[in-house]
């Protein structure tokens, strides 16, 4: 089944009366993502920059509007306007990927969140995070939204092969034994590594490319069974079916399958 990736999902919805804020956007994919980037900031650096502790739950806003509500509520301007730190959302990359792709949607344009891990964050590691894709002409092009144009990132307006891996793509490289699964994780959260990691952003990339861009931390089916290494090679099969329909923009399908789809009370 065709995916439209023009159009909005559950979580990349504009409302009708944020649309006034967007209408001063670049047309262009990069000038919107990089429009997006002076909008949100990580948990760890929110209190140093002035943003009161209340304000840290704005990390849990799972939908597009809200953020644009979370972004105005605090700074009316419209969203081409830079924010300074301490009047910007706090969020992880997941919300920079989730806002760029709910307005590349608006404006027509085929674009999808993507969860997996960078390679350039930590040399030798591979770390937790969230990008974007748009399409452009017969390929996607991957864009890193939070750290666009910086210089630790390669290509961060085309990211080369294998500078940022989705969920699948890890899979597939730790399924053929060339790489610890132990080098996947969340970058300074000490229990958050392993193999568990992968398939949990696994999961995560494939309701996202179905077009539920869930939290970082949202857990549903076996997922807590995988974290805990209480699931076998029954699940792992699995996993490999589902990397293997990501990598063939083929998700739909295996999406529906018991406990890989994203249940309602998360949705909502």
């Known amino acids: 089944m065709d995916i ?3 159009s909005p999902g559950v979580f990349t919805t504009v409302s009708p009366e944020q649309v006034p804020l967007t209408l001063d ?3 262009d994919p990069v000038g919107i993502c990089a429009a997006v980037q002076p909008l949100f900031i990580q948990p760890a650096d929110a209190p140093a920059a002035g943003v009161p502790e209340e304000r840290l739950v704005e990390r849990d806003i799972r939908a597009a509007s809200g953020l644009i509500d979370g972004l105005t509520a605090v700074d009316p301007a419209p969203l081409h306007v830079p924010r300074p730190p301490d009047r910007r959302v ?3 990359c997941r919300h920079w990927a989730t806002l760029a792709t709910a307005l590349l949607r608006q404006r ?4 999808r969140a993507r969860c997996g891990f960078g390679t350039y964050f930590v040399a030798g590691k591979n770390v937790d995070h969230w990008v974007i894709e748009y399409r452009d002409g017969d390929r996607w092009v991957r864009v890193e939204v ?3 144009d910086r210089p630790y990132v390669p290509s961060s307006r085309d990211l080369r092969p294998g500078a940022f891996l989705t969920g699948g793509e890890a899979w597939q490289w730790y399924r053929t034994g060339e790489v610890d699964g132990d080098l996947f994780g969340v ?3 000490e229990h958050a590594w392993g193999v568990g990691e992968i398939r949990g952003n696994l999961i995560r990339d494939l309701a996202s490319l179905c077009k539920v861009e869930t939290l970082p931390w949202d857990e549903w089916g076996r997922m807590d069974d995988s974290y805990k290494g209480r699931t076998g090679e029954d699940f792992d099969r699995l996993m490999d079916r589902v990397a293997d ?3 063939a923009d083929d998700p739909a399908a295996v999406y ?3 406990d890989l789809a994203v249940p309602e009370e998360v949705m909502r």
């Open 256 to 258: 529906r399958t018991e």
């Open 25 to 27: 956007l670049p047309d």
């Open 108 to 111: 027509g344009i085929p674009a």
């Open 90 to 92: 706090v969020g992880t």
């Open 187 to 189: 970058h300074g959260v």
């Open 4 to 6: 439209d990736y023009a």
């Open 146 to 148: 939070e750290h666009l």
């Open 245 to 247: 329909a990501c990598a």
